[in-house]
């Protein structure tokens, strides 16, 4: 069966460039971390940042007073030099005063700017490092699930937004909550009945901007939705280009990129109408009280009011109020950043758990494999294998066959823990190899249908940073002969993928690698379907030695029958089940297996060539 796979070349070689059993759930759910995961760790580890931040952040904010206080004093200084009460030299002192608050100010400001920064970049590199750690021991069946597209919006820009909306709600508890607490004092030492009547509009915006919650994020999760499906589609484009052009798709699939782009332009634009374009509104209802300070200030300067002001305190009061109406507006700022940043934080969450180390558990002994009544079914599908049983002592091959799509690839992922059967065991030893895999113990490993090769060496494609000789492995895998010829023998660079070797030889490339990393069960999918039937035979002899030799079980999975006569066990699926036992006894007794035996027998001579 042919089905389109999430290559994450890392993933390869942390894995010894087998595709290694893994749990087939997220990180989070396999055992590696019980607790859904928290973002407050991530922020915690950055305290001592934190503490620079809050330091240069309160004294920034409460410095922000000094300004407007300092500028009625100066308006006050000018009145009385102008009425003739002062000279004009007593404005220096009062100048060099504002000058050296501000330049004091903005340095808190750099300082609380540049530490913001740092925290929020320390966070961002920590949380990027978990979520790339913990899918690499994310199993393929849950990343296709997930998707090429949503996972890169995952990996680039969620772990991006999230971390953005922590720095601007760590940038406005200071940059607003602080300042705003600091104006708020000051104003209602100036005129407290005043300040009341002024401040009953930016509530107002503070309950509009969290009536706007739930439609910010819903569109933010849409945009992001949309977003990932339109990376989807692209990977998908630019992948499959050559065959859509053979194939005159072209034109079709450029429509199709274009509809989600237009869907992701609206819904990005919702998105971004909701969460930036209601800020004047906010600032419009906040200042709404200007007109109230106005009018009952006037009356505090005339000495009708209700505190007795000069022009300093009402120039104060009036630019303290300014300022604090339009920070209130950005309240409604904080709340559209945090909701953008839960939006991404929900769908980054399930990745971001205690990381897993792949491949870290300690080895497995060889042991004999048991596979009981074992019975498969794919989500939402009919029962794709039932009752199959089979076993194998240490050092056995076993041969495994079926018609097309009978369940053959399937049945190796169970026997490799891959995936969960539906029923029945599988077990090695004694013990689940299911529950090996998830304790992350190096029980099984399996070579599929693409070899996943590295654009490095010969030697590097087998060894994969190991130390060691490859070329045992190459001989075993019946490539060291052809590798010997190339220019470099061992060092010879293989390209992207394998691009500069045969389809034989690639195929062959992995199998030197997994002979490398051999665990206790092995089971090849396919791995002689692109070799001779001389280099076959050599290969399938070496396979019988190797399994002997380290005392681990080999599983194959074939097509071709030429060698099945002399494994130690075959299995032959058909029609949703499995007979097992000796090519002998499945030849007299299992009629499907016979059948295709013998259709691949016409014009070969079959048992010389066993014998060979
Ligand atoms: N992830 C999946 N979800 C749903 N169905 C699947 C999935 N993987 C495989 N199948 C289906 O299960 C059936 C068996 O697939 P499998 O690859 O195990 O068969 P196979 O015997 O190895 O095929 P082949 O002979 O072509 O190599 C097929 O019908 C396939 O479409």
């Known amino acids: 069966m042919v089905r389109r796979r999430i290559i994450h070349p890392v993933a390869c070689v942390e894995r010894g460039g087998e595709e290694l059993a893994t749990a087939e759930s997220k990180p989070t759910a396999s055992g590696s971390s019980k607790a859904a995961p928290r973002l407050a760790p991530f922020v915690r580890r950055e305290w001592r940042t934190l503490v620079v931040v809050s330091v240069t952040g309160i004294a920034y904010n409460v410095g922000m007073v000094a300004g407007p206080w300092l500028e009625g004093l100066l308006a006050q200084r000018l009145a009385d030099i102008l009425a003739g009460h002062l000279a004009p030299q007593t404005m220096a002192p009062l100048a060099c005063c504002y000058v050296a608050a501000i330049a004091g100010v903005q340095l808190m400001r750099f300082l609380k700017r540049l530490y913001v920064r740092k925290f929020a970049n320390n966070v961002n590199r920590r949380m990027k490092r ?13 990343l296709e699930e997930e998707g090429a597209g949503s996972l890169m919006t995952k990996a680039l820009s969620d772990v991006d937004d999230c971390v953005e909306g922590v720095r601007k709600f760590t940038t406005e508890i200071f940059d607003t909550g602080v300042v705003m607490v600091a104006y708020l004092v000051t104003m209602l030492a100036y005129d407290w009945r005043l300040t009341l009547l002024a401040l009953l509009f930016p509530p107002v915006s503070y309950v509009l901007a969290s009536r706007m919650r739930r439609p910010v994020t819903q569109a933010t999760a849409a945009a992001k939705e949309s977003v990932s499906a339109m990376a989807s589609e692209a990977l998908d484009r630019v992948e499959g280009a050559t065959t859509y052009r053979a194939f005159g798709l072209e034109r079709v699939r450029d429509e199709s990129f274009e509809r989600r782009l237009a869907d992701y332009e609206r819904k990005e634009t919702r998105a971004n109408v909701l969460s930036t374009a209601l800020m004047p509104i906010y600032q419009a209802i906040s200042l709404l009280g200007a ?102 002592r240490p050092g056995q091959v076993i041969a495994v ?134 280099t076959e035979a050599q290969a399938v002899c070496n396979l019988a030695a190797i399994a002997r030799s380290r005392g681990i079980v080999v599983v194959v999975i074939s097509h071709r029958l030429l060698h099945f006569p002399q494994a130690d066990g075959v299995l032959c699926l058909h029609d949703g089940t499995a007979d097992f036992g000796t090519h002998d006894r499945l030849m007299a007794d299992c009629p499907a297996y016979a059948k295709l035996y013998r259709m691949q027998a016409r014009g070969v001579d079959l048992d010389a060539s066993a014998q060979r």
Request: overall charge negative; charged content about 20%.
């Open 291 to 392: 007109g109230i300070v106005i009018v009952l200030g006037a009356r505090d300067v005339m000495g009708s009011g209700w505190a007795a002001w000069d022009i300093a305190a009402f120039t104060t009061y009036f630019s303290v109020f300014g300022r604090l109406a339009v920070k209130s507006s950005h309240a409604g700022k904080l709340f559209n950043s945090v909701q953008r940043a839960q939006v991404s934080w929900e769908r980054i969450r399930p990745y971001m758990g205690e990381a897993a180390t792949p491949d870290g558990g300690r080895p497995v002994a060889p042991g004999e494999l048991r596979a009981t009544d074992l019975g498969f079914a794919f989500p939402g599908e009919g029962p794709l294998l039932s009752h199959v049983s089979l076993s194998a």
């Open 401 to 534: 066959t079926g018609e097309v799509a009978s369940g053959k690839s399937t049945l190796g992922r169970l026997l490799c823990g891959e995936l969960a059967a539906t029923s029945g065991s599988v077990t090695l030893g004694g013990r689940e190899v299911r529950d090996l895999v998830l304790a992350r113990r190096p029980v099984a490993c399996r070579l599929g249908h693409d070899p996943q090769l590295i654009d490095a060496t010969v030697a590097d494609n087998v060894l994969l940073g190991d130390d060691g000789d490859p070329r045992p492995d190459l001989e075993a895998a019946c490539l060291l002969r052809e590798v010997d010829a190339m220019p470099d023998g061992c060092d010879t660079r293989v390209g992207e993928g394998g691009a500069a070797l045969s389809g034989g030889q690639r195929a062959r490339l992995a199998l030197a690698r997994t002979y490398h990393f051999a665990r206790p069960l092995v089971v090849l999918d396919d791995p002689f379907a692109s070799v001779d039937m001389a």
């Open 130 to 142: 978990r979520l790339y750690q913990n899918l690499l021991v994310t199993s393929e069946e849950a």
